[in-house]
DNA sequence: GCTATGACCTAAT
DNA sequence: AATTAGGCCATAG
């Protein structure tokens, strides 16, 4: 097969565009359906902040909270947009058991 | 090719 | 409850 050798961050990129509005996943998550450590996931985002194309305020860490070293508008910011699509942002947090998307299944 | 780093996760102290 | 340590894997120098 001719399988390009960073096709991680492309996978990674693909599964963050097809989270749906109102829904949040979390890099562990992410990282396992692309069979790669949750470390990657977040270095692909980090290395593409491109928002027009990665809505990476939807990736949270496993506590439901965004990543401390978030580096477009801070937390406000993200809290906003979150809330825009309908996402209920609590204490800079979410419920994971509400907006946890599932990919499989 | 080895070393260092990083938007993480989990467990132990 | 907060901090430390280890594991993890891909990218950059």
């Given at each position: 097969?001719?399988?390009?050798?960073?096709?991680?961050?492309?996978?990674?990129?693909?599964?963050?565009?097809?989270?749906?509005?109102?829904?949040?996943?979390?890099?562990?998550?992410?990282?396992?359906?692309?069979?790669?450590?949750?470390?990657?996931?977040?270095?692909?985002?980090?290395?593409?902040?491109?928002e027009s194309t990665i809505p990476c305020h939807r990736?949270?860490?496993?506590?439901g909270a965004l990543a401390p070293h978030?580096?477009?508008?801070?937390?406000?910011?993200?809290?906003?947009?979150?809330?825009?699509?309908?996402?209920?942002?609590?204490?800079?947090?979410?419920?994971?058991?509400?907006?946890?998307?599932?990919?499989?299944?």
């Amino acid at each position: 097969m001719t399988s390009s050798p960073s096709n991680t961050y492309e996978k990674i990129y693909q599964l963050v565009q097809c989270i749906p509005a109102g829904s949040v996943a979390t890099y562990g998550d992410v990282a396992h359906e692309v069979d790669t450590s949750p470390r990657v996931v977040g270095n692909a985002l980090h290395a593409n902040p491109d928002e027009s194309t990665i809505p990476c305020h939807r990736i949270v860490n496993h506590r439901g909270a965004l990543a401390p070293h978030f580096a477009f508008g801070g937390f406000p910011e993200q809290q906003r947009r979150l809330e825009s699509e309908g996402v209920a942002v609590m204490a800079s947090r979410v419920d994971l058991t509400k907006y946890r998307h599932r990919f499989h299944k």
